[in-house]
């Protein structure tokens, strides 16, 4: 079957690192995505993994590992803005799963 | 260029009210999608269309429906509304499938009392 999991929520301090997991499991994987929701806002592009390894974008990087089923989004230097959920969501034959989501709390 | 726009932003219903949501995008792209987020929860597909004149049923169709006379238009309607249909509801749209960036609109919160 097809399922996708990462924490419900962390807390992290200002200017520090965080890393979110995500694990999936699926037939049809091609790719995973990051997005950044905030509070009563819509969903916004954060990154896309096809391939496994880091890619990095400023502040924020994504690891894939498709043997593993596993992703993780990397945020450098926290700043109080980044407090929002997080979206992993797997590319799975072409449709979209979506995870539940992680609350980041950011504290000063 | 406005992107997704989805109209109303509230809206309150009683129970066997019917309504539409609103879509529409400026940006040409084939892919059109509608989710609901309940609290806690992730994103889950309704309905989504691959281009004008095709639509296919998501994850959770049940209570909805959906039309695709336009590129640029996709309105979901809600029949008889439920309870159960109170949430949060993102039309979305994208060029294609894959590594082509999913575009949302900002969300219509909807009650239903």
């Known amino acids: 079957g097809q399922n996708i999991d990462q924490p419900t929520e962390m807390t992290a301090t200002e200017g520090a690192i965080v890393q979110i997991n995500c694990t999936y499991q699926?037939?049809?994987?091609?790719?995973l995505f990051w997005y950044q929701q905030h509070a009563g806002e819509a969903p916004t592009f954060l990154s896309y993994?096809?391939l496994d390894g880091l890619e990095e974008k400023g502040r924020f990087s994504s690891f894939l590992s498709r043997s593993k089923g596993y992703s993780y989004l990397l945020l450098k230097e926290l700043q109080m803005k980044d407090s929002a959920s997080y979206l992993c969501?797997?590319?799975?034959?072409?449709?979209?799963?979506w995870g539940a989501g992680t609350k980041l709390i950011i504290k000063p | 260029n406005a992107g997704v726009t989805q109209t109303p932003k509230f809206r309150i219903l009683k129970i066997g009210q019917s309504m539409t949501l609103q879509c529409a995008q400026d940006?040409?792209?084939?892919?059109m999608y509608w989710y609901r987020q309940d609290p806690g929860m992730g994103l889950k597909l309704i309905y989504y269309?691959?281009?004008?004149?095709?639509?296919d049923k998501g994850e959770v169709p049940n209570g909805y429906n959906v039309s695709r006379s336009t590129t640029e238009d996709f309105p979901l309607r809600l029949e008889l509304a439920a309870p159960s249909q109170t949430s949060v509801y993102f039309c979305?749209?994208?060029?294609?499938?894959?590594?082509?960036?999913?575009?949302f609109g900002e969300g219509s919160w909807l009650t239903v009392v």
């Open positions: 979305a749209s994208s060029y294609g499938t894959g590594e082509d960036t999913i575009y």
């Open positions: 940006m040409n792209h084939n892919y």
């Open positions: 269309s691959v281009g004008a004149g095709i639509t």
């Open positions: 699926t037939s049809g994987f091609n790719g």
């Open positions: 993994n096809v």
């Open positions: 969501s797997m590319d799975s034959n072409y449709q979209l799963i």
